[in-house]
């Protein structure tokens, strides 16, 4: 089983639009998490890192948040652009040599 | 600034085939990364190296072997090519150990063995 479950798996949602996608994990011990931007036919791309004492951080008018203590994230987008269509991983640090976790990801289309 | 080079982009490659995938990275990162991406899965780790001359095993290692020569270089080879082995595989790389540091990756290559 995934350590890592994001939902939904896809969305679709209208230029200008707000939305928000969620990263639920079990990885234990926790050391950081991350989500990633990855456009069609490229690699992914980092959008956040935050560790466990964070519990939000932002880039631009992406923002994550962290709790902790229900192991879980959410990442959202504000007035989103068409160059916002991408798929969103989210991905758990937490074995000590530095494995990561990656959620399958969510796939979001942002329509004129 | 290149970063990441990943070669080729594509390959069609028949069973029983040996393959070679190439990376490059200029950024003087001392750990690189093997991973495969399939269709509603996240990324797994194939192979790793935390620094010039080592090599370890991840989450999906049979069927690829890895070597690390020197800093800016890690191939990945399949000796045997399977259908199975059908996939994009990305390389990344970062300053040091993946659990702290940011990891980048190469834009993948995307392979199919018929």
């Known amino acids: 089983k995934n350590q890592v479950e994001q939902s939904p798996q896809s969305l679709i949602i209208l230029e200008g639009k707000n939305c928000t996608l969620q990263c639920n994990y079990t990885v234990s011990p926790f050391s950081n998490l991350r989500w990633y931007k990855q456009d069609t036919g490229r690699g992914p791309v980092s959008l956040t890192i935050?560790?466990?004492?964070?519990n939000t951080k932002s880039n631009g008018r992406y923002t994550a948040t962290l709790d902790a203590d229900t192991k879980q994230s959410s990442l959202h987008i504000t007035a989103s652009q068409l160059s916002d269509s991408a798929s969103y991983i989210c991905v758990v640090s937490g074995e000590s040599w530095g494995k990561l976790q990656f959620g399958a990801g969510t796939q979001v289309v942002v329509t004129p | 600034i290149a970063g990441i080079t990943q070669a080729p982009t594509s390959q069609i490659l028949a069973a029983g085939r040996r393959m070679t995938l190439r990376c490059t990275q200029d950024?003087?990162?001392?750990?690189m990364y093997w991973y495969r991406q399939d269709l509603g899965l996240g990324l797994r780790l194939i192979h790793y190296s935390n620094t010039a001359g080592t090599t370890g095993k991840g989450e999906v290692p049979d069927g690829y072997s890895v070597s690390r020569a020197n800093t800016d270089d890690f191939p990945l080879t399949l000796a045997s090519a399977v259908p199975s082995q059908t996939s994009v595989y990305f390389c990344?790389?970062?300053?040091?150990?993946?659990?702290?540091?940011?990891?980048?990756f190469g834009p993948g290559t995307r392979l199919t063995v018929l």
């Open positions: 990344a790389s970062s300053p040091a150990g993946a659990k702290h540091n940011e990891q980048f």
């Open positions: 935050m560790t466990f004492s964070e």
């Open positions: 950024m003087r990162h001392n750990a």
